[in-house]
């Protein structure tokens, strides 16, 4: 009898004791990630190193041709490019739901603490002592230098030609002209046409156009040196010599959708399928859709409540960053601190220290979010969470609905040259970002809120 009732006891704790498969699933994803939100020191330059080596050479996830196109998924799309390369590589792994708890045990430890400093900043005097201001003032010009230069390396890889140069240029300064919720999102909407056009050639039909009304000689008569070059090859060919290989003309669209001198990062029969189409899609759309119901809903109303303004503005902001930690700092200045939800001293501050911590520097909204929600009845935690919300969740849905349509819509030239437009676009923004924090320059007493 007493064996018995031992052996029922056993087995009911057993039972309670026992994983079950979705905890056996989770159980190798916190074991592989625990410690990354802890000690990924260095920005997105250097997580991505760090994940190569954890998943490709230590864990085998994934192999580095997986990983390479992975890569190339979370920096062609809006969002934390790191925080989607863990998210993908672990929902590849075991699935979507490990992919969410990956995210979450690499993201919360850095937003904790940047909470943690909203809360020590809120109960800060007015007027900082003198010495305080002149350190705000030297990390103020480290960062503008910072992110210069980050902007000077993502402009050498987006301009691959005279349009993606211009693009760079008008996004610039359209960015120092102008700002507004819609802003922003139409001028990379209007950059990603205008690189299709050009690539495809509409534009240079349209200038055809143009220049046959004008009266001007058409482009299909050749020129005397294109003349001159005719005969320069068929005189080499006559002779026996190889002609010199005909350079594609810098920004024509064979020089960007034509050439082959790109390796194919991926074999043909490796696929990225997490999803159907169909599924890919839902979670596209709910993106799109979101985005809109939320500022159609924000300007539909006389007075927002604070907590739908800071969902609003840091979902915005997460759906047109490209380029990662560097672009998402000086814009949240422009969706926070322009607002006058937060001082200028204040962003300073956790701007200084968001630089130090470890994880993904999107959580910078963290702290930003809960400062946005000082003086309303919203509670700073609840703030924090929409904050957090609000500039993670656009790129996890691209990310996600992507991942099951990539290996289709790769090969679409389309799609590439309307990347590159919005890609080229994001960086002129980046310059907008250090001409307004250099504006900052000095801080103190007087031009710190």
């Known amino acids: 009898m007493s064996s018995a009732l031992v052996r029922s006891v056993w087995d009911a704790l057993d039972a309670r004791l026992q994983l079950t498969k979705a905890g056996k699933a989770a159980w190798p994803v916190f074991t592989a990630n625990w410690h990354l939100g802890f000690t990924a020191f260095g920005g997105p330059s250097v997580h991505f190193q760090i994940f190569r080596k954890r998943f490709v050479d230590d864990k085998h996830w994934i192999d580095d041709q997986i990983y390479q196109e992975l890569f190339a998924i979370c920096q062609a799309t809006p969002g934390p490019g790191s925080t989607k390369m863990l998210f993908s590589i672990n929902a590849l792994h075991s699935g979507w739901l490990a992919g969410l708890l990956a995210f979450l045990i690499w993201s919360l430890p850095g937003a904790l603490g940047m909470y943690g400093l909203s809360l020590g900043v809120a109960r800060i005097d007015q007027v900082l002592p003198g010495p305080v201001y002149a350190l705000l003032t030297g990390l103020n010009a480290a960062t503008v230098g910072i992110i210069a230069l980050a902007a000077v390396q993502l402009g050498e890889k987006a301009v691959t030609d005279r349009l993606t140069r211009g693009v760079v240029l008008v996004g610039g300064c359209a960015g120092m002209l102008y700002t507004a919720l819609w802003y922003f999102p139409v001028l990379m909407a209007g950059a990603g046409l205008a690189t299709l056009g050009w690539d495809f050639g509409v534009l240079q039909r349209s200038g055809e156009v143009v220049r046959r009304a004008l009266g001007r000689r058409s482009s299909s008569e050749p020129s005397a040196q294109e003349r001159a070059r005719e005969v320069d ?152 969470l929409l904050a957090f919300v609000g500039i993670f969740a656009p790129g996890i849905l691209i990310s996600a609905g992507l991942m099951g349509v990539w290996s289709r819509l790769r090969a679409q030239r389309w799609l590439k040259s309307f990347l590159r437009g919005v890609n080229a676009l994001a960086v002129g923004l980046v310059f907008t970002a250090v001409y307004r924090l250099w504006q900052l320059g000095y801080i103190d007493a007087q031009h710190s809120v």
């Open 233 to 384: 090859v068929e005189l080499q060919t006559a002779s026996g010599n190889e002609p010199p290989a005909l350079q594609a003309k810098e920004g024509s669209s064979s020089n960007i959708l034509e050439r082959d001198d790109e390796p194919r990062i991926v074999p043909a029969h490796i696929q990225l399928d997490l999803s159907s189409w169909q599924t890919s899609l839902i979670l596209l759309t709910l993106a799109l859709a979101l985005l809109v119901a939320l500022l159609v809903l924000r300007s539909q109303l006389p007075h927002p409540p604070r907590g739908l303004s800071i969902f609003a503005n840091l979902y915005l902001g997460g759906t047109i960053i490209f380029g990662g930690g560097p672009v998402v700092i000086p814009l949240l200045r422009t969706y926070i601190v322009a607002e006058g939800w937060v001082s200028s001293r204040d962003f300073l501050i956790g701007l200084a220290v968001i630089q130090a911590f470890p994880g993904p520097n999107f959580n910078f909204a963290v702290y930003l979010g809960s400062l946005a929600a000082l003086g309303t009845p919203l509670p700073s935690a609840v703030g924090a």
